[in-house]
């Protein structure tokens, strides 16, 4: 069945560093890809997403590339603030009994300090 | 934007209770999701729903039933609550087709603790 695979966390950096959340898939057919953002004590963000291979999503200086030929999606960020500490979790469509369900990967914590 | 309201965010329930979590959007979405969220284990698919009482079992129905008798409603049932059901719930919903297809909106999610 489809699966995403995530780093596992906590990732620790220090404010304006550069950051990156691998993030591997497999699927049948052509699943859409996502990012979502979870800060403390709240549900899920989108924060980004991709529908077709090559499309670069964006958003809040994070970017992702849904690469298919390394079914992949990584989550890139050049300088990270304080304010980014959450859970971020990669997830991808795929058909369930015939209609869009979403899967999820286990999240990765990331810890930005000042 | 698109609301999606959980009706609690904290709740205490005995084992063996019956335990509704309730579930309303605003934007005529046909799709909605129950999932729960556990440490180690991300999110999981309990049970969705794409029409009005229609509903299929998602990943981990065991233990839980729903109900949607309205378009902007759903509701997830724990007919027994028991312990292994401590765990934040978090509801989605959103639309089957057209633009923003396959994008989930979440609610705020409910921490429920079965003592």
């Known amino acids: 069945g489809n699966s995403v695979t995530q780093m596992e966390g906590p990732v620790t950096l220090s404010e304006e560093a550069f950051l990156t959340i691998n993030c591997t898939y497999t699927a049948t057919g052509y699943p859409s890809l996502f990012w979502y953002v979870q800060y403390p004590g709240e549900g899920l963000q989108l924060l980004l997403k991709a529908t077709k291979a090559d499309d670069k999503g964006s958003n809040k200086g994070f970017e992702a590339t849904y690469r298919k030929e390394t079914t992949s999606f990584h989550l890139e960020k050049g300088s990270v603030q304080v304010s980014d500490s959450a859970v971020y979790f990669c997830a991808l469509t795929s058909l369930n009994s015939g209609y869009s369900t979403l899967t999820f990967g286990k999240g990765t914590m990331l810890l930005v300090s000042p | 934007d698109v609301k999606v309201t959980q009706s609690s965010r904290y709740l205490v329930k005995r084992t063996g209770e019956k335990v509704f979590l309730e579930c309303v959007q605003d934007?005529?979405?046909?799709?909605m999701f129950w999932y729960r969220q556990d440490p180690g284990l991300g999110l999981r698919l309990i049970y969705f729903?794409?029409?009005?009482?229609?509903?299929e079992k998602g990943d981990i129905p065991e233990g839980y039933s729903v109900s949607r008798e309205k378009k902007e409603r759903f509701s997830l049932i724990l007919e027994s609550a028991s312990t292994n059901q401590t765990s934040m719930y978090l509801c989605a919903s959103s639309l089957e087709r057209g633009p923003g297809h396959r994008e989930a909106f979440f609610g705020q999610g409910t921490r429920l603790t079965v003592v």
């Open positions: 934007m005529d979405h046909e799709n």
């Open positions: 729903s794409y029409d009005v009482k229609m509903k």
